[in-house]
């Protein structure tokens, strides 16, 4: 409903620890995956992107993992720094559009 | 290269003026998009266009209208601004479709308040 956007899920984490943020997502059409981190008054910025033919993939300090049995993304962080506080968004491809999940935020404990 | 220029970066208006959000890319880009994010939410898709003279509705069409007359701009336009419009607007460019596995650029975004 309206009012569930307001609560963002959010991890608190210690800087130097690993995150993981996860996604359900709702159709199990969509081939393309995509995960953006956006900073308090700024775009949305892409960090790592997946193809439903793999179940995993890494970029620098991140990885996504793809599990299609659940309909289930995850992003994992390593050695979370205080840079890495922001919000967090999945995408799935719907056709010509991206449907976007509501969001996790992520705070770095020093 | 500028990626994804918004013009304004904020806005306020009344309910019942009208206004234009302007969205430049100069990635030679075909597919342009119009989000909007509320407060605590993710974006949804207002309306989106798949090549120069083309447009298509998104998720929250209602009360907005596009043009992309130039493949590098994709107008916004709020004919009749409700406090409902209230929100944060992006506009966002990708070389292909989605489905081609595409990521999309986002602009800074609009921040629109209506009155």
């Known amino acids: 409903g309206e009012n569930v956007g307001l609560h963002l899920p959010t991890l608190s984490v210690q800087e130097g620890d690993n995150s993981i943020i996860n996604c359900a997502y709702s159709?199990?059409?969509?081939?393309?995956f995509i995960w953006y981190k956006q900073e308090s008054g700024k775009g949305p910025q892409f960090i790592i992107d997946?193809?439903?033919?793999?179940d995993k993939r890494q970029g620098q300090r991140v990885t996504v993992l793809l599990n299609k049995t659940v309909k289930h993304l995850s992003l994992q962080i390593a050695a979370t720094q205080p840079g890495d506080s922001a919000v967090y968004f999945c995408?799935?491809?719907?056709?010509?559009?991206?449907?976007f999940g509501g969001g996790t935020r992520l705070m770095v404990k020093p | 290269n500028a990626g994804v220029t918004q013009t304004p970066k904020f806005r306020v208006l009344k309910t019942g003026q009208s206004m234009t959000l302007l969205c430049a890319q100069d990635m030679n880009h075909e597919y342009m998009y119009w989000y909007r994010q509320d407060p605590g939410m993710g974006l949804r898709l207002i309306h989106y266009?798949?090549?120069?003279?083309?447009?298509a509705k998104g998720e929250v069409p209602d009360g907005y209208n596009v043009s992309r007359l130039k493949k590098q701009n994709f107008l916004l336009g709020l004919e009749s601004a409700a406090p409902s419009q209230t929100s944060v607007y992006f506009c966002?460019?990708?070389?292909?479709?989605?489905?081609?596995?595409?990521?999309?650029?986002f602009g800074p975004g609009t921040r629109l308040t209506v009155l």
């Open positions: 997946i193809r439903s033919n793999m």
């Open positions: 995408a799935e491809n719907a056709g010509n559009m991206l449907t």
């Open positions: 966002a460019s990708s070389y292909s479709s989605p489905g081609l596995a595409h990521e999309q650029f």
């Open positions: 159709n199990s059409a969509s081939d393309y």
């Open positions: 266009s798949v090549g120069e003279g083309t447009t």
